[in-house]
């Protein structure tokens, strides 16, 4: 396991959507629009040299868990711009530890309990791991890979690459819905019948619309 993955294993889980959804103000505030390379970076406390000595210490790197949350908070509030903003800089990331297969569970040792705040939290991230899915894979079987150059010279030459597919991680495929359907509103306070909700999330117990997931 590398360093990258290791520290992504280590990312504080961000706010339950009741949290989310009491304050989207703070959200807003914490990824402004406008120089996002200055929030996107692990939020793990780094080693106290490098806060000391900011100017001269190594960057902080960002990590793929860190980005799935920043991903799961625009969500939460309805933040469509960096919804989808964060959904395609995930994508860019084409290093192995990005894979969307590799993204580790958020909970990985205890899993939380019915009913509570953390379950609909856990629920949101499984449903976004299939749009994640469905969004990365649009675009490959396309022939777009997620390490196709800024500016593309030979899109023949890309389409004629050898297609492979992202696929859910391990434990949002194992992932349980919840017992009863939970709602997620939209920044209105809208909520969807369950005909117009989002099917990769009703299967987990999540009554929310669809997010805006095609990009490129």
Same mark, same amino acid.
């Given at each position: 396991?590398?360093?990258?993955q ?7 889980i961000?706010?339950?959507p009741?949290?989310?959804?009491a ?10 629009l406008?120089r ?7 939020l793990i406390?780094?080693?106290? #040299?490098? *806060?000391l =000595?900011p100017?001269?210490? $190594?960057?902080?790197?960002d990590?793929p868990?860190?980005?799935?949350? &920043? ?14 903003n964060?959904?395609?800089?995930f994508?860019?990331q ?8 590799a993204?580790?569970d958020?909970?990985p ?14 629920a ?9 899915e469905?969004?990365y894979?649009r675009l #490959?079987? *396309?022939g =777009?890979?997620?390490?196709? $150059?800024?500016?593309?010279d ?6 004629? &690459? ?5 696929k859910?991680?391990t434990w ?5 819905p919840?017992?009863e ?5 939209d ?9 117009n ?7 987990f117990?999540v ?10």
């Amino acid at each position: 396991m590398s360093h990258e993955q290791i520290q992504s294993l280590c990312e504080p889980i961000p706010p339950t959507p009741s949290g989310l959804l009491a304050d989207r103000t703070a959200v807003i505030q914490k990824y402004p629009l406008r120089r996002p390379m200055s929030w996107r970076h692990s939020l793990i406390p780094r080693p106290l #040299i490098h *806060r000391l =000595l900011p100017l001269i210490s $190594p960057s902080p790197i960002d990590t793929p868990s860190a980005s799935f949350y &920043r991903l799961y908070q625009f969500f939460v509030i309805d933040w469509t711009v960096q919804f989808r903003n964060e959904l395609e800089y995930f994508w860019t990331q084409s290093q192995t530890d990005w894979a969307l297969s590799a993204l580790p569970d958020p909970y990985p040792n205890n899993k939380p309990n019915t009913g509570s705040d953390e379950a609909l939290q856990y629920a949101i991230m499984t449903g976004l791991c299939y749009i994640m899915e469905k969004a990365y894979n649009r675009l #490959i079987m *396309r022939g =777009l890979p997620r390490d196709a $150059p800024t500016v593309v010279d030979d899109f023949e030459e890309l389409r004629a &690459r050898p297609k492979r597919p992202e696929k859910v991680p391990t434990w949002a495929e194992v992932a349980v819905p919840l017992d009863e359907v939970m709602d997620i509103p939209d920044s209105e306070g809208n909520v969807p019948a369950d005909e117009n909700a989002d099917e990769d999330f009703l299967r987990f117990g999540v009554r929310v619309a669809t997010p805006h997931w095609v990009f490129v």
